[in-house]
């Protein structure tokens, strides 16, 4: 499930009421800039059981087998201090002792999903998602962590499919995407490959454990069996896949060891277990975490500090299984709640031998912005495409109010400012008249003053293929009642009719609350420029 982080603000319903028409109160972005958080309600989400192993979409054979040890026995050491290490090659290239390489991960995520519905029973639905991917970290931060990551994806099945959603090419087989992690907020993703990445696949990938970061989970000290610690919050983001946590309410334990039967190799069983805030509810999580080490005895310390019980245990974790239930609200009016349970199992295999060309180095951060790094959004009808910034994102919503097809909405929040263009296409010539009724009908029905700006047809030098007409005007909502002196927050918006040279035409309205207005105009008509109608590949994935 993906839900945006939302709260109430009047100014901001007023205006997604303008632009939408719907019940489904959207304006949080406003206001989650300002650092305002949705109060989280307690005691909502019950902890679920740690899950089996889920069985393979492709069958037995169609994951990688864990480096995990096989055949083991229970260890008991109650005396030993275990000091657990997942190291990677420095940057320039040097091996530290115990470092990974390349390794190759399958991950299947079961997610069931229950919505609240206005009337009737609620809704529920079941989607399994499998993915089978090769990953090496290629950059780390100052501390040792790893900030960015090259991935080349053998497999991605999901049931049961979602035709709308995985338009052309099916969805991250044969893919090569680099992505740079950043803290507190979604990771920039771009494609190393011959196209670009879709919305459906940044929002599988961003959504997913974060492999190369489950160090981040690891104790910070040496622990004993029995031993406990507070999962940092960077560790609980990576391994829910939601840099929306907050806190480290997260426990880690270190419940078992156990030997290989037949080899040297150790395993530490780690829980991790309790409930946190996340970016659209309360999280309730129960993991099991596998770590294989193969164990030394630490050099004598220069400084004369004794090391006698203490165990070096450098290897990696290889292999997660997580329930997780998240509750919360839906957005919009009234007390309707969801509640999302992901079931997700996590196989790594260690040192695996894949040519460099096949992960090539991290881009630099240049190749994270701009055109390079824009993701490709279809239209469910198949009638128009877009491309569009990683910061701009679709907003998904519930059956409460879907947008119609041939539609799509895209919001983003940044330092106190909220963005949203909506698209739509319309399957008949439009006029300038189309677009100054369509803009009339929503500003009459919100009773507020409109402040008209310039209007007219655009130089049809800077846009190829289209002839776009643009109505310039703003509004001043107030924040609370109807009094003028309140505050209130002014937002720009600009109305488009573009044409295409096909019996069809398109309507969009971008607005804004910042003040960086004429940077605003730039970005939207860049990605309206992208429109495509009838776009050729634009049939569902087989």
Same mark, same amino acid.
């Given at each position: 499930?993906?839900?945006?982080?939302?709260?109430?603000?009047?100014?901001?319903?007023?205006?997604?009421?303008?632009?939408?028409?719907?019940?489904?109160?959207?304006?949080?972005?406003?206001?989650?800039?300002?650092?305002?958080?949705?109060?989280?309600?307690?005691?909502?989400?019950?902890?679920?059981?740690?899950?089996?192993?889920?069985?393979?979409?492709?069958?037995?054979?169609?994951?990688?087998?864990?480096?995990?040890?096989?055949?083991?026995?229970?260890?008991?050491?109650?005396?030993?201090?275990?000091?657990? @290490?997942? =190291?990677?090659?420095?940057?320039?290239?040097?091996?530290? /002792? *115990?470092?990974? +390489?390349?390794?190759? $991960? %399958?991950?299947?995520?079961?997610?069931?999903?229950?919505?609240?519905?206005?009337?009737?029973?609620?809704?529920?639905?079941?989607?399994?998602?499998?993915?089978?991917?090769?990953?090496?970290?290629?950059?780390?931060?100052?501390?040792?962590?790893?900030?960015?990551?090259?991935?080349?994806?053998?497999?991605?099945?999901?049931?049961?499919?979602?035709?709308?959603?995985?338009?052309?090419?099916?969805?991250?087989?044969?893919?090569?995407?680099?992505?740079?992690?950043?803290?507190?907020?979604?990771?920039?993703?771009?494609?190393?490959?011959?196209?670009?990445?879709?919305?459906?696949?940044?929002?599988?990938?961003?959504?997913?454990?974060?492999?190369?970061?489950?160090?981040?989970?690891?104790?910070?000290?040496?622990?004993?069996?029995?031993?406990?610690?507070? @999962?940092? =919050?960077?560790?609980?983001?990576?391994?829910?896949?939601? /840099? *929306?946590?907050? +806190?480290?309410?997260? $426990? %880690?334990?270190?419940?078992?060891?156990?030997?290989?039967?037949?080899?040297?190799?150790?395993?530490?069983?780690?829980?991790?277990?309790?409930?946190?805030?996340?970016?659209?509810?309360?999280?309730?999580?129960?993991?099991?975490?596998?770590?294989?080490?193969?164990?030394?005895?630490?050099?004598?310390?220069?400084?004369?500090?004794?090391?006698?019980?203490?165990?070096?245990?450098?290897?990696?974790?290889?292999?997660?299984?997580?329930?997780?239930?998240?509750?919360?609200?839906?957005?919009?009016?009234?007390?309707?709640?969801?509640?999302?349970?992901?079931?997700?199992?996590?196989?790594?295999?260690?040192?695996?031998?894949?040519?460099?060309?096949?992960?090539?180095?991290?881009?630099?951060?240049?190749?994270?912005?701009?055109?390079?790094?824009?993701?490709?959004?279809?239209?469910?009808?198949?009638?128009?495409?877009?491309?569009? /910034?990683?910061?701009?994102?679709?907003?998904?919503?519930?059956?409460?109010?879907?947008?119609?097809?041939?539609?799509?909405?895209?919001?983003?929040?940044?330092?106190?400012?909220?963005?949203?263009?909506?698209?739509?296409?319309?399957?008949?010539?439009?006029?300038?008249?189309?677009?100054?009724?369509?803009?009339?009908?929503?500003?009459?029905?919100?009773?507020?003053?409109?402040?008209?700006?310039?209007?007219?047809?655009?130089?049809?030098?800077?846009?190829?293929?289209?002839?776009?007409?643009?109505?310039?005007?703003?509004?001043?909502?107030?924040?609370?009642?109807?009094?003028?002196?309140?505050?209130?927050?002014?937002?720009?918006?600009?109305?488009?009719?573009?044409?295409?040279?096909?019996?069809?035409?398109?309507?969009?309205?971008?607005?804004?609350?910042?003040?960086?207005?004429?940077?605003?105009?730039?970005?939207?008509?860049?990605?309206?420029?992208?429109?495509?109608?009838? /776009?050729?590949?634009?049939?569902?994935?087989?």
């Amino acid at each position: 499930m993906r839900l945006p982080r939302l709260f109430r603000n009047s100014s901001t319903d007023r205006v997604r009421d303008l632009f939408l028409g719907s019940t489904l109160a959207i304006g949080a972005f406003v206001v989650e800039a300002k650092g305002q958080t949705p109060p989280v309600p307690k005691n909502q989400a019950t902890a679920p059981a740690v899950p089996t192993p889920a069985a393979a979409l492709g069958g037995e054979n169609d994951l990688p087998v864990s480096s995990t040890p096989g055949k083991m026995a229970k260890l008991v050491d109650l005396a030993n201090r275990y000091r657990f @290490v997942e =190291r990677y090659p420095r940057e320039d290239g040097r091996e530290l /002792p *115990g470092s990974l +390489g390349a390794y190759r $991960v %399958g991950l299947i995520e079961v997610i069931k999903d229950v919505l609240d519905q206005p009337q009737g029973a609620p809704r529920r639905s079941e989607s399994t998602r499998q993915s089978v991917f090769i990953e090496r970290a290629t950059e780390q931060s100052g501390l040792g962590g790893v900030i960015g990551s090259v991935r080349f994806f053998e497999r991605y099945l999901t049931k049961p499919e979602d035709p709308a959603r995985m338009m052309g090419a099916r969805p991250l087989d044969g893919l090569t995407l680099a992505t740079r992690y950043r803290s507190g907020d979604w990771p920039m993703l771009t494609s190393l490959a011959d196209r670009k990445a879709t919305d459906y696949e940044y929002e599988v990938l961003t959504r997913q454990m974060v492999v190369s970061q489950l160090p981040l989970i690891l104790p910070g000290q040496a622990v004993r069996i029995g031993d406990s610690w507070r @999962v940092p =919050r960077r560790g609980a983001q990576a391994l829910l896949g939601d /840099p *929306g946590v907050k +806190g480290d309410s997260l $426990v %880690g334990k270190f419940n078992e060891l156990r030997k290989e039967i037949d080899g040297p190799r150790l395993l530490a069983v780690f829980g991790i277990t309790g409930r946190t805030p996340t970016s659209i509810g309360e999280s309730a999580v129960n993991a099991e975490v596998f770590f294989t080490f193969q164990p030394e005895v630490p050099p004598a310390n220069p400084l004369g500090r004794t090391t006698e019980g203490l165990v070096d245990a450098r290897g990696a974790v290889t292999e997660v299984r997580m329930a997780r239930t998240t509750t919360g609200p839906l957005p919009g009016p009234g007390r309707l709640r969801f509640q999302s349970t992901r079931e997700v199992t996590m196989q790594r295999q260690l040192n695996v031998d894949v040519p460099a060309t096949s992960l090539p180095k991290l881009p630099p951060p240049s190749k994270f912005e701009g055109a390079d790094a824009s993701l490709v959004w279809f239209d469910s009808s198949k009638r128009f495409r877009l491309e569009h /910034p990683q910061d701009l994102l679709p907003l998904e919503r519930p059956a409460l109010a879907p947008l119609e097809p041939g539609s799509v909405a895209l919001a983003r929040t940044r330092r106190q400012v909220a963005d949203l263009i909506q698209v739509d296409f319309v399957g008949k010539a439009l006029g300038p008249d189309d677009l100054k009724a369509k803009l009339a009908a929503k500003t009459s029905q919100m009773k507020l003053e409109v402040i008209k700006g310039e209007e007219g047809w655009l130089p049809e030098a800077d846009w190829p293929n289209q002839k776009v007409y643009r109505i310039e005007a703003a509004v001043q909502v107030p924040d609370a009642g109807d009094n003028p002196s309140s505050r209130s927050t002014r937002f720009h918006f600009d109305g488009y009719l573009i044409q295409t040279g096909q019996a069809a035409g398109l309507l969009a309205i971008a607005t804004t609350s910042g003040e960086a207005i004429a940077t605003y105009r730039r970005e939207v008509e860049q990605i309206l420029k992208t429109i495509q109608v009838d /776009p050729p590949g634009a049939s569902v994935a087989k």
